[in-house]
């Protein structure tokens, strides 16, 4: 019967040293919920039209969270075609600014194909993967001339038109106006060339009349001669 109270007695010191369960209240549960939830992921700051646009993988490194860039082909495929955009002429400079839309694959670099009637076109420089935008210079007045925008990577360079120029597509047509110093040179001549044949008709009339003489004159002299 002795043991008895000393096991009560052990049981209630190990009892004691056990700590107790506290109640969680409904905050901490919400204050849980908020750390274990995983925000849907966004995505880069990416445009395909934007000029100097930074590759998207680079995009991805900064951020604690990686964001989501657009599918792009296999680089072992040649890129697909880029998409022509907006072609702004400036014909008193003989030159056009030409804005292209990257294709959905992986590119290394972009140059310009310039045709003038039925010749080989005239190709531009190479630019790099960033730039969405190119000058083309030495266009003449009243030209007509057929851009296109060709993109390469390692695999091969992205397929140009042979025939017609589809909606959408890397192709354009450029109609380059007359300068407006020419349209008032010509106006001028016009003007000059009218003002001289004027002169001359009404020189070569006045000539006549005085040689032949004025018919209602004539006509007035012969009356009173009779």
């Known amino acids: 019967m002795l043991g008895s109270p000393c096991i009560l007695w052990l049981l209630a010191v190990t009892l004691s040293l056990i700590p107790r369960a506290q109640p969680m209240a409904p905050q901490d549960f919400e204050e849980e919920e908020e750390d274990n939830t995983e925000w849907p992921p966004v995505r880069c700051d990416y445009d395909h039209c934007r000029?100097?646009?930074v590759p998207c993988k680079e995009l991805q490194r900064p951020g604690p969270a990686a964001c989501l860039c657009p599918g792009l082909s296999s680089p072992a495929q040649p890129p697909n075609q880029p998409r022509l955009g907006e072609v702004r002429i400036v014909a008193e400079e003989g030159r056009a600014v030409v804005?292209?839309?990257?294709?959905?694959?992986?590119v290394h670099h972009y140059w310009l194909l310039l045709w003038e009637g039925s010749g080989d076109p005239q190709k531009g420089?190479?630019?790099?993967?960033t730039v969405r935008r190119a000058e083309l210079k030495g266009l003449k007045?009243?030209?007509a001339y057929v851009v296109c925008v060709v993109a390469a990577n390692e695999a091969g360079e992205s397929l140009v038109p042979r025939?017609?120029?589809?909606?959408f597509g890397p192709?354009?047509?450029?109609?380059?106006?007359p300068r407006p110093l020419t349209l008032v040179h010509a106006a001028v001549g016009v003007g000059t060339a009218l003002a001289l044949l004027s002169c001359s008709v009404l020189t070569w009339h006045f000539c006549l009349?005085?040689?032949w003489g004025c018919p209602r004159r004539a006509?007035?002299?012969a009356a009173g001669a009779l």
């Open 171 to 177: 192709c354009g047509r450029l109609s380059v106006p």
């Open 141 to 143: 007045p009243g030209g």
């Open 219 to 221: 006509t007035a002299r």
């Open 125 to 129: 420089p190479l630019l790099n993967a």
């Open 51 to 53: 000029h100097l646009q």
């Open 209 to 211: 009349r005085d040689r």
């Open 99 to 106: 804005h292209w839309c990257a294709p959905f694959s992986p």
């Open 163 to 167: 025939a017609g120029i589809p909606a």
